[in-house]
């Protein structure tokens, strides 16, 4: 199944690319994706595996504990400083 | 109730969404604003420019649902929120919150709430130019993490 | 360290006054506005005019005074007070209290501290108009001397 | 000596006059001097005597304890409801 990834920010410099489509073999968590991206190497691996890295699940604020299915927006980006 | 959100580049007229939003609500007694700007000094040295990033959609959505909360929360009968994005230059104004209710200690109190969450849960980004050009994702400060934890 | 009181009989632009109280302080970061209106309706009946007297002289140096303690309490740059006085009609703004800071939090609490001081300690008398053209004085409110408390 | 003593709002409306002065023989307190002026009868006595009467010295809120001297401004109102 595909899934549509997001990055902003610093997350979104580092890795070079606005954001991507990843074929995946069934639901995982947000952090099962970050093993399959990781697994592409730099800067996936650094980037990815920064303690502060938020994710959010079809535009809502999530946890990298949470499920991802298909069709899925996910978005994956630095602690968040407007206002 | 009354929400108003606005993400726009274009810089705003704090008066004129304070008249929007209390035109014909009878029982305004209290309007309390608050506006956020460019310092023009951060961290000792010069900023010359900021650009604020955004998640457009989740933006919206998240700058929506905490007016809501606000709203079923305090007796407040409006709110009207803009966040700027893009590039602006020293001094301008980031962001308006405005919200309108019968009682004075409500409407600072929803105003503060939203500003706290909005700082925490709204995806924005700033970077900051000084004054030999380079340029720096703000960090987050550690105190607007914990700013949420009193409500 | 900017303070400006103003006790006026015509009403008053809150925009300007902002841009007055930021003009030339490099590190605002924060403006917190509150502006109090006239309601249509009290006490379930329609209020047709405001008259407000006050003690000229003590209200200036009231003012004045409440604003120096806000200043001497938080992180602030910056008070502007206006308050009207005579006859006021239905909606019309009664008090204005601009507070300018580095940081949010400051500028909203010592905005409040300065409402709260103000409606318990500043020489301003309500009377009011009912629909039927009969008038009365405001009574002062419980609440009013008790938000002074938590300071 | 003259003390200069004001009345303002439902106070003053009551009493018939924005204020008046008084002469007194030496130094007293506010709540002395509600009694010399409620000798004088109606109205001062009924409206001196509220209890949520507020009196300012010189354009600062004063309690009824405090002292008057010579020259003093005494004002009497009602509970302040501005803002």
């Not at chain 1, 099962?32 to 535009?59: C, F, M, T």
């Not at chain 2, 959100?5 to 704090?14: E, G, L, R, S």
């Not at chain 2, 994005?85 to 020293?90: H, I, K, S, T």
Request: glycine share 8%; net charge negative.
């Amino acid at each position: 199944m595909m899934i549509d990834i997001l990055y902003f920010a610093s997350v979104k410099e580092r890795m070079g690319i606005a954001g991507e489509s990843v074929d995946i073999e069934q639901s995982i968590t947000g952090e099962g994706l970050i093993d399959i991206l990781s697994d592409k190497g730099e800067p996936w691996l650094s980037v990815l595996s920064d303690s502060r890295l938020l994710v959010a699940i079809n535009q809502e604020m999530a946890s990298l504990e949470d499920g991802i299915v298909e069709g899925d927006e996910v978005a994956f980006f630095p602690p968040v400083t407007g206002g | 109730m009354r929400i108003s959100i606005k993400v726009q580049t274009k810089i705003f007229d704090a008066a004129s969404e304070a008249n929007t939003l209390r035109s014909g609500i009878a029982l305004t007694g209290a309007l309390v604003e608050f506006t956020g700007f460019v310092r023009d000094v951060s961290e000792g040295s010069q900023v010359s420019a900021m650009y604020l990033e955004h998640y457009p959609g989740m933006t919206e959505k998240s700058l929506h649902n905490i007016a809501e909360q606000a709203i079923s929360r305090w007796q407040v009968f409006g709110v009207s929120v803009i966040h700027r994005v893009g590039r602006l230059g020293p001094a301008e104004p980031i962001v308006y919150v405005a919200v309108i209710g019968e009682h004075r200690r409500e409407a600072f109190e929803a105003c503060e709430f939203i500003m706290d969450f909005l700082k925490k849960d709204a995806p924005f980004w700033k970077k900051e130019w000084n004054e030999k050009d380079e340029a720096q994702w703000v960090a987050a400060k550690e105190s607007d993490e914990s700013a949420v934890a009193r409500w």
